[in-house]
């Protein structure tokens, strides 16, 4: 025999235990009004109701690594690093993406 099952109000049971909002291909670059178009994106996210606990970035959140130069590059991640800490306070957790990491494309598969 199963146990009585105790009265649970409906507002307790539909309460999220978390909310996460996921993230992939921003593809950020200081061209084409995408930092401002990602901040719109990161403040609409810290409106939801009821809030979001985390954003899990799916990668790819810098343009693309393998086609720039070391100025570029750094350039892309400041400007990542200066809009998460600028216009998100939600806990982001990363994974990087294809874009997100540099090889040498002309190396042909050649290990350094």
Not at 71 to 80: F, H, S, T
Not at 83 to 97: A, D, F
């Amino acid at each position: 025999m199963l146990p009585a099952l105790s009265k649970v109000s409906l507002t307790t049971a539909k309460k999220p235990v978390l909310r996460l909002a996921h993230l992939t291909d921003v593809h950020l670059k200081n061209q084409f009004n995408a930092p401002a178009r990602f901040g719109r994106c990161l403040h609409h996210l810290q409106a939801q109701l009821p809030k979001v606990d985390l954003i899990l970035n799916g990668g790819d959140i810098v343009f693309d690594m393998n086609k720039e130069n070391i100025g570029a590059i750094n350039g892309q991640w400041k400007l990542v690093q200066e809009t998460m800490k600028n216009e998100c306070s939600i806990p982001v957790s990363y994974c990087l993406g294809n874009h997100d990491i540099w090889w040498n494309e002309d190396s042909k598969g050649e290990v350094f």
